[in-house]
């Protein structure tokens, strides 16, 4: 899926979103950068995300990255769209834009996981509520508009500067 931008600040508010998430779900380790700038995905991911298992490791453990790297991409893609949508112009995320990420998480969790539709729906209803805990909080909106202008000033961090970043805002 990809997301269009209305404008810079857009994007930053986007990729603030992201980066929040994953924040959020304690898988900042899988990132090896942000960037702005970058001509294909905003977030580049470590050899950790990507790892696909070994004959050492288990089926089970195999499936568990598998799925948990799924539930990682849905709250970026949400994420992506309530930054931009809650904190940057004070509203709710259109419901057709909702639907149509619904819709893709669903064919994601289908083709990638194997999934069935109920646990696909269980998987997505988790994630937006729990994303949307965060981003409708407005106590923590002045940071996320910090955060934004960071990166719009800065353009390009490592996934420990993002870190760093958040902490100081003290958003994690």
Known sequence: MTLAYINEDDKAYGLAGMAISLAALDAIDRVAGVSLDADGPMVTFSHQYYFSGSPSISPKTTWDNLLHNFYITSAMVISNVMARSMVRMGQDVPADLLDIIHREITEEGRNTCSLEDDEIETIYDKT?????????????????????????????????????????????
Do not use: K, Q
């Open 128 to 172: 937006r509520a729990y994303m949307g805990r965060i981003f409708r909080n407005p106590r923590l909106h002045p940071a996320i508009d910090d955060f934004a202008r960071t990166l719009s000033r800065r353009r390009t961090l490592s996934g420990n500067e993002v870190l760093d970043e958040l902490r100081a805002l003290s958003i994690v």
